[in-house]
């Protein structure tokens, strides 16, 4: 055979592999995998992205990532440089402490890690963090990606408050140091993601665009018809959160009365709007929200027996009272009304939570400033027990979401992922 033609066949060889692969056309790049697990006694997410396995919290609206108790001696990222540059205009907390002054040596960039959970900030060296995950197809890991990514260490304390066995905090924000804009320059593929959270075992999350498939009858993908009907994102002027916009609340159809532009966010001042948080277990709401909709929901649900109140909750029922459906408890829908004319409708499966075998209450809470996620006075803060079991994808280039509505409905869950490790050939 000749040069030429062997040539020839060695690049059609490496263009179907690259079809076989899943490459992104765009980016030429693999998305990637990892689990997501909930923590029953914080009811928070942990992602499984750190080497050998060690779990880090998910923050959804975290700016960055951080590792508590970095080894002696430990990299550092020096205060000339470009990633420092990025480190210098990333979200710093109000009341985060400067940090002291450093021994002998280079010169090393200042980070400002921040437990979501509790709000405590402390600074400490940025430096690069080895993270592992799987690349995928979509349908299954395909093999393990090993890469070092800009991040801070942290003193051990911030992890109090933490699922028992997190090492740190792995931030998804829109600002230039969260993973999926790290991701994008790293592993050269697109800077969106997908994010399944589990109610129960493991979840899913998946980095850099491509399919998402879950296993049903038949399985189920789901990305595609997501891609092709997002939603607008809304910028915060101070902080990299996932805004979106909410016109209305509804429940059983009717539309719950709220004051002319009580869900705005102010561009000015940062205040209002809806926002996404993984580190808010249930959604919080304003009072002047709160309140018309518990009122709502409450005669919406006159027939049911009531139970006692329990913390954090206002309105409880008798769980031998209720009714269970494919898709929770049968009680009266929630609508969120969005800008663009969509729906995101809440059945019993995310507006009750169970707390006890006798005991479901209405999940959701009346804000209280004490909340880290409220620093910046939301008018909503969507919780992570409203997100459970809903497929939700984001683009950070077109600055746009989609949702799939609760999965429940066609009979599969973000549980149904499947991890058995696929073939790449």
Not at 68 to 80: D, E, G, L, M
Not at 257 to 267: C, E, S
Request: proline fraction near 8%; glycine fraction near 10%.
């Amino acid at each position: 055979m000749s040069l030429h033609r062997s040539s020839a066949a060695a690049l059609v060889a490496l263009l179907a592999l690259a079809v076989l692969l899943g490459t992104s056309a765009d980016d030429g790049g693999q998305p990637i995998v990892a689990r997501v697990s909930k923590d029953a006694s914080t009811a928070l997410y942990n992602i499984a992205i750190k080497v050998g396995g060690v779990p880090l919290l998910l923050d959804l609206a975290g700016p960055m990532l951080w590792l508590a108790n970095c080894p002696t001696p430990h990299r550092i990222i020096p205060c000339v440089s470009h990633d420092c540059d990025d480190i210098s205009t990333t979200y710093r907390p109000p009341g985060c402490p400067k940090p002291g002054l450093r021994g002998e040596g280079p010169c090393a960039c200042p980070a400002y890690p921040r437990n979501p959970v509790d709000g405590r900030c402390r600074s400490d060296d940025a430096t690069t963090i080895t993270l592992a995950a799987n690349a995928t197809d979509g349908q299954n890991p395909l093999y393990p990606v090993t890469f070092r990514a800009v991040g801070s260490c942290a003193p051990g304390e911030l992890l109090e408050s933490l699922p028992a066995g997190a090492a740190g905090v792995a931030g998804l924000s829109r600002l230039p140091l969260s993973l999926p804009t790290q991701f994008k320059s790293l592993l050269k593929v697109a800077k969106e993601f997908a994010l399944c959270l589990p109610s129960a075992g493991d979840g899913v999350a998946v980095f850099g665009g491509g399919p998402f498939q879950l296993q049903a009858a038949p399985p189920v993908e789901l990305a595609e018809r997501l891609r092709e009907n997002p939603l607008p994102l809304v910028k915060h002027p101070y902080n990299g959160g996932y805004y979106f916009g909410i016109t209305g609340i509804a429940v059983n159809q009717q539309s719950v009365a709220a004051p002319p532009g009580v869900f705005d966010l102010d561009a000015g001042s940062g205040t209002g709007g809806a926002v996404f948080s993984t580190v808010t277990p249930y959604t919080a709401l304003r009072w002047d929200i709160y309140w018309p909709l518990r009122n709502a929901f409450d005669v919406a649900t006159s027939g049911i027996a009531r139970a006692d109140k329990m913390a954090p909750f206002d309105l409880c029922y008798q769980a031998s009272a209720l009714t269970v459906t494919r898709v929770g408890y049968a009680v009266a829908s929630i609508e969120l009304m969005l800008d663009g004319g969509r729906n995101w409708t809440l059945p019993g499966a995310s507006s009750l939570v169970q707390v006890n075998n006798n005991t479901v209450c209405f999940a959701f809470v009346q804000m209280a400033s004490s909340m880290p996620a409220a620093i910046d006075s939301p008018a909503v803060i969507l919780g992570g027990h409203q997100m459970e079991n809903n497929l939700l994808m984001f683009d950070l280039v077109k600055e746009t979401f989609a949702f799939s509505g609760l999965l429940l409905g066609i009979r599969t869950t973000c549980s149904n992922f499947n991890f058995t490790m696929g073939s790449s050939y």
